[in-house]
């Protein structure tokens, strides 16, 4: 087997809620080493987590500036860099490893403004590095076909997509106790926005990959039901595509019992197309006459998110391929680049703008 490329993470320690779902998905592909680390701003979680996963301790660093410079100057410096902080945090981590030369994978949402997250795209194709953002849903392959048989047109013409991203976590006031809440509701770590870009991001970038239609407008209400949060816990977002099609997104963290629940239906003129992540690997597709035909996809690893790791898959493979020479960049590149974050920031701000002003419909 050819050598593995190297890989270091920013943030995600062994207590984190996402830091091992993408160490689990990088394993499972197979073709990259976690060799490098600043898990935590706390060195005992960094340890801790570099020792879990058997990084030596020169290459486990206090801050992530720190391990930017030591990484770079390196001969066997790191591929890329996982950066699984708290969002306020990417643009800085990002842009810094972005200057010292290095690749860089990212967590939703890409950073909390426009202007930041355009900054990074110029950067990275400025110094021709790659630049993935981890929208893992899209990685599923009932996904993939479902796009697929869009784009064919099986569907006929898309009329209506209607989503529902509903979680019940946020439905009490937690954030004294619970760490991944207090910062996704504390507008200094997370920006304008909590459930429409916590979540919001991934519905945005979701509907975006399977219709394949450029937002014209869209209207927002933002609420905030739980008292004395600065930020929303409730979202409620319609869309006008660029043709005649709309859609209707609902995003939501007070939906008291409802655990992850992220559903799709998408409306053709022919058909329709249903995908719940509660089935992730099954798609449905609903005739005129009831008839219902389903399709499920059998190659299921038990224990890994195949979602998580084909979003690794395709970046890994595109960033292998353009060690070797090919012509691979952010605009032709087969993962979710820096311009789909880019796409999922102007979302987030267009949605603030549109609920900030009375719910009027803004130009996207
Ligand atoms: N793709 C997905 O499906 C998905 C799911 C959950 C979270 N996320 C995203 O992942 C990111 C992290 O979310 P989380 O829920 O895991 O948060 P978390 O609070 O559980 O973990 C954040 C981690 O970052 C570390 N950290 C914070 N600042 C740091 C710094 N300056 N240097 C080094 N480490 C630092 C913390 O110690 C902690 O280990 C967020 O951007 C979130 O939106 C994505």
């Known amino acids: 087997m050819s050598k593995k490329i190297t890989y270091g993470m920013v943030g995600g ?14 394993l499972s592909d197979g073709r990259a080493k976690l060799v ?11 340890l801790k987590t570099g020792k879990k996963w058997g990084i030596k301790k020169d290459r486990l660093y206090e801050n992530y500036l720190e391990m930017a410079e030591e ?20 643009y800085e981590i990002a842009k810094t490893f972005l200057e010292k030369g290095i690749n860089v994978v990212c967590d939703k949402p890409l950073t909390t403004t426009v202007k930041e997250a355009e900054e990074l795209k110029q950067l990275a194709d400025d110094n021709d590095l790659l630049l993935c953002v981890t929208y893992s849903y899209v990685g599923y392959p009932v996904i993939s076909l479902a796009r697929h048989k869009i784009e064919k047109g099986e569907l006929g013409e898309i009329r209506f997509v209607n989503v529902q991203y509903i979680q019940g976590w946020l439905a009490k006031k937690i954030e004294d106790e619970n760490k991944q809440a ?15 870009a916590d979540i919001g991001s991934h519905v945005e970038n979701m509907v975006s990959y399977l219709i394949g239609k450029e937002i014209d407008s869209l209207c927002a209400r ?9 930020l929303d816990d409730n979202s409620t977002v319609m869309i006008n595509f660029k043709d005649k099609s709309k859609g209707l997104l609902y995003m939501s963290q007070i939906a008291i019992g409802e655990n992850n629940n992220f559903n799709i239906s998408v409306y053709g003129s022919e058909a329709t197309l249903k995908w719940s992540f509660k089935q992730a690997n099954k798609l449905t597709i609903l005739h005129e006459d009831h008839e219902e035909e389903t399709i499920q996809n059998e190659d299921e690893i038990p224990g890994t998110n195949i979602g998580f790791k084909n979003t690794y898959t395709a970046f890994i493979t595109d960033l292998i391929n353009k060690k070797n020479g090919e012509i691979l960049t952010n605009d032709n590149a087969h993962f979710q680049s820096v311009n789909a974050g880019l796409r999922g920031m102007r979302f987030i701000e267009k949605c603030v703008e549109s609920s900030k002003n009375g ?3 803004v130009k996207f």
């Open 13 to 26: 320690s062994i207590d984190s809620m996402i830091g091992e779902a993408h160490r689990n998905a990088i």
């Open 36 to 46: 490098s680390g600043c898990f935590s701003r706390d060195y005992k979680k960094t």
């Open 71 to 90: 990484e770079s100057k390196k001969k066997n410096k790191i591929d890329f860099v996982v950066i699984a902080t708290p969002n306020a945090s990417h």
């Open 182 to 196: 207090q910062w996704r509701l504390d507008p200094n770590q997370s920006g304008f926005a909590n459930t429409t």
């Open 222 to 230: 933002l609420d905030t039901f739980v008292e004395s949060r600065k």
């Open 359 to 361: 719910g009027i419909w």
